[in-house]
């Protein structure tokens, strides 16, 4: 017989489990009563897998619920041993069977549950949920391989939110905050290095941002590799890598910025190969006042030219809760904006300042006479500690505003 035929003669294809079964009982780890107990426990944990994903009443759902408990089993004890048959062996023995198909159907709903992307906005914070159960049927077939690839890649998202939420906390701007905002978290990482640089003690709005690169630029030009990038001392252990990993991307992209010759908005905000990479607090108000103080340049640019009365309150009520100015919200937005409202309050003053400053003269009294009536009718509900889901609040901002589905 060749080698190579010998190889492929010692592939073993067996589940996990039924290796680490089998040499249970060749060591004499595991006996009669271990596999007694074993053969007592499947049959129950493949009627409760097959009811929890579909049925129990029809063959083919029991014969995927035996699959499924297997794969179960095979992947937990595989992850936890890291392939050692003997650690394996012991687990089984010193556990139920049906322990170790709950502790495989536990590592998936985690892995379900970590961000799959640095984007802040596209990840949930809420666990496990009734909606996630069709991912986890696909997962509970899926083999080793896959999990640990899987779990790679979400681990290192994890890290680069975690690490992003950590240091934008030092820079006063909490985890709801960025999630409203929906930026990645790598360019929140960047402006904060390039911040602490400047020695800030917040993250930026456009402006500021702004004033940071002209003040860089006039500095370090033509010498990228001064810039000076300071990790924070505290920085947690478990994420040094991933932001010493985005502070060479912020070297890498000075070479480039530092001597450029375009405007830094034109930069920054309008050449694909910046665009996204870096991050500043949306400030409406802020931003409006280094445009032109003509009424319809302002007036034009922070409505989009929606001048219905459900956009023009979504865009007040942004305003007066110090958020991104929009016309438009989504309802996660919504529930976002109403945790705002409740934890910083409402500058009220703030949208009939904007109104007196920038809209059109024929229509001064009536946008504020709709911003005054609505605000003095939903304050109430919009501030309530008593509606703990926001429900209240949001279905008053779906009735009034501008929120899409």
Known sequence: MSAAQQAVSLFDDRPFFEKALAHGVRHGLIGQDKLDAICADAPKGMVQIARYFGTEFL?????????RIVNLVSLHLAHTSQGDLQ????????????????????MLKALITMPQTTHFGMNERSGFRDEHIPLLAKWSLRPLADYQAELASRSHATAVVEA?????????????????????????????????????STLPDWVTFEKMILALRKRYLNKPGKLPLTLPADLPSEWLPVVESVRDSVWEDSAKWLESALPARK??????????????VEDAISEVEQFDRSVSKAWAKATGGNDDESSLLTLFLCMAAGSA???????????NLVKKIRKSGLQTALPLQFIQDHAPAEHLEDYASLWTNFIEE??????????????DAVALLRRECNIQS
């Open 59 to 67: 063959r083919p759902e029991l014969e995927l619920a035996k699959d």
């Open 87 to 106: 650690k394996a062996a012991e687990l089984l023995r010193d556990n139920s069977f049906l322990s170790r198909s709950k502790a495989g159907s536990d």
């Open 164 to 200: 992003a939420i950590w240091i934008a906390g030092r820079l006063g701007m909490d985890a709801d905050e960025l999630e409203e905002a929906g930026k990645d978290a790598e360019a929140v990482i960047r402006t904060a290095l390039l911040a602490i640089a400047c020695k800030r």
């Open 267 to 280: 930069l920054f905000d309008q050449t694909p190969a910046f665009m996204g990479r870096y991050f500043w």
């Open 325 to 335: 100015a929009k016309t438009v919200l989504t309802e996660k937005a919504a529930s």
């Open 378 to 391: 939903a304050s109430g509900t919009l501030t309530s500690d008593h509606d703990y889901t926001f429900n």
